[in-house]
């Protein structure tokens, strides 16, 4: 299978503007992205290098609700306004088609790979592919997949000259890890393993029941819990205005260390 790295992650909330504004008050840049114009979605970014913060909101509840092939913008629909949770981590490959064998051949129900695409806060076309997975594993959502039309080095560049990737007022910052709370985290880490070729592994000491995947440079933690959900993001910083702090957006965690 194509290498899958950690690329962003979906956490649906009713107002753009409160997580925007959240982030700006601790020093931390985000901005509203755009509207996904056949989808009925619109977005709010924070970007840390490659991986970056996508809060969802629905811009239009009748397109959303007709939306196909995206569970996505499915989930959005049914969990919105009640629950402003962390939806799920989506995994870059830049074979999405090798990725869609692999998955097939595991038995898992796949949409179709999908041409996506939005217009940015300055009117500018951002398009890409991507493929989401329907079901769950004992009540965890599967990740999806997607395949930018720029390769890693040349996307950075692309965002970097674009002012989209630019230096948080903080300080530095990067993202280490999502955080999963599962009723099984050795069978979650396992599967999860086994689908995307993330290579896993047990804490040292093996107390807390605690399991880790390696995606590119972070990682994703299967910790104890009921919830089975992704429900923490933890940054790495060297920003004394950050260091310790926990941003709450709806259910939500954002870590500093």
């Given at each position: 299978?194509?290498?899958?790295?950690?690329?962003?992650?979906?956490?649906?909330v009713n107002d753009l503007n409160q997580p925007v504004q959240l982030f700006a008050e601790h020093g931390l840049t985000a901005f509203r992205g755009?509207?996904?114009?056949?989808?009925?979605?619109?977005?709010?970014?924070?970007?840390?290098?490659?991986?970056?913060?996508?809060?969802?909101?629905?811009?239009?509840?009748?397109?959303?609700?007709?939306?196909?092939?995206?569970?996505?913008?499915?989930?959005?629909?049914?969990?919105?306004?009640?629950?402003?949770?962390?939806?799920?981590?989506?995994?870059?490959?830049?074979?999405?088609?090798?990725?869609?064998?692999?998955?097939?051949?595991?038995?898992?129900?796949?949409?179709?790979?999908i041409d996506g695409r939005r217009l940015d806060n300055l009117g500018r076309l951002i398009e890409w592919r991507m493929m989401t997975i329907d079901?769950?594993?004992?009540?965890?959502?599967?990740?999806?997949i997607i395949q930018w039309n720029e390769r890693d080095e040349q996307r950075l560049d692309s965002l970097n000259s674009a002012g989209i990737n630019?230096?948080?007022?903080?300080?530095?910052?990067?993202?280490?890890?999502?955080?999963?709370?599962?009723?099984?985290?050795?069978?979650?880490?396992?599967?999860?393993?086994?689908?995307?070729?993330?290579?896993?592994?047990?804490?040292?000491?093996?107390?807390?029941?605690?399991?880790?995947?390696?995606?590119?440079?972070?990682?994703?933690?299967?910790?104890?819990?009921?919830?089975?959900?992704?429900?923490?993001?933890?940054?790495?910083?060297?920003?004394?205005?950050?260091?310790?702090?926990?941003?709450?957006?709806?259910?939500?965690?954002?870590?500093?260390?």
């Open positions: 299978m194509s290498l899958l790295k950690w690329d962003h992650l979906v956490h649906y755009g509207s996904h114009k056949d989808w009925g979605t619109y977005n709010a970014l924070s970007y840390f290098g490659l991986t970056y913060l996508e809060f969802l909101g629905i811009e239009n509840l009748e397109l959303a609700r007709a939306t196909k092939h995206n569970v996505v913008v499915r989930d959005a629909v049914t969990l919105l306004p009640e629950h402003e949770v962390l939806s799920r981590v989506v995994l870059r490959t830049d074979d999405i088609e090798a990725v869609e064998a692999q998955l097939r051949q595991a038995g898992l129900l796949l949409s179709p790979i079901g769950d594993f004992q009540g965890l959502p599967y990740p999806f630019r230096p948080h007022p903080a300080g530095q910052v990067e993202v280490v890890s999502a955080g999963f709370r599962v009723s099984d985290p050795a069978a979650a880490a396992s599967h999860w393993s086994e689908l995307f070729g993330l290579p896993v592994s047990a804490p040292a000491d093996g107390s807390d029941g605690s399991y880790s995947l390696k995606a590119g440079d972070q990682t994703f933690e299967f910790t104890p819990g009921e919830e089975n959900r992704l429900s923490r993001i933890v940054f790495r910083t060297d920003s004394p205005q950050l260091k310790g702090q926990t941003l709450t957006v709806g259910e939500g965690e954002y870590v500093f260390e």
